[in-house]
């Protein structure tokens, strides 16, 4: 009897982790006309404290378009299974933002957390949405987009663990 719930288990687990990596590549095409790059400084309730005279606020801290280059090396890393580990904090944070843009209107979104590593992926077109956790492979071009556009005077090191210091290692 043991045998059949732990072979159920693995069975369902694997089922689970093979399904997670498909979702990435089913988000969006790589026919993206362009991809508007901007940070944001975000309060929400859970981070505020209680001395805050702001308990929620969003600003934009700056925003650029990116080269064609970094334009597929984005896209390339965001279809890239490999670029998600299956784990997601429960923490509601994003300062990264990426429009992907298709004639002329934004056909996707995708918002990650340099606290916590989150990525969410919103399909406006299809309605397919998506959220998982960006491995370290991932966040070295992330870390890498931010010093080219200069944003990286905008964090601290702190600011950074969820993309460059996760406590689990990526496989």
């Not at 089922?15 to 790589?30: A, V």
């Not at 298709?102 to 077109?125: A, E, F, P, R």
């Not at 080219?148 to 964090?155: D, E, G, I, P």
């Not at 702190?158 to 496989?171: A, F, R, S, W």
Request: aromatic share 12%.
């Amino acid at each position: 009897m043991k045998q059949i719930i732990i072979l159920f288990i693995l069975l369902n687990t694997s089922l689970s982790y093979s399904q997670n990596e498909t979702t990435s590549t089913k988000l969006f095409t790589k026919n993206i006309d362009s991809i508007q790059f901007s940070i944001w400084d975000i309060q929400t309730k859970e981070m505020s404290t209680f001395s805050s005279e702001e308990k929620e606020y969003e600003k934009e801290l700056g925003s650029v378009t990116l080269s064609n280059k970094d334009k597929d090396l984005l896209i390339t890393n965001l279809l890239n299974p490999k670029s998600y580990n299956g784990k997601s904090a429960l923490l509601y944070h994003y300062n990264l933002v990426f429009d992907l843009y298709k004639n002329d209107s934004i056909s996707v979104t995708v918002k990650i957390s340099t606290l916590t590593g989150n990525i969410t992926i919103d399909n406006k077109v299809s309605g397919v949405y998506f959220r998982n956790n960006c491995t370290l492979q991932f966040g070295e071009v992330l870390i890498a987009l931010l010093d080219y556009y200069n944003f990286s005077n905008y964090f601290n090191e702190v600011h950074l663990n969820g993309i460059t210091d996760h406590t689990t290692t990526d496989d």
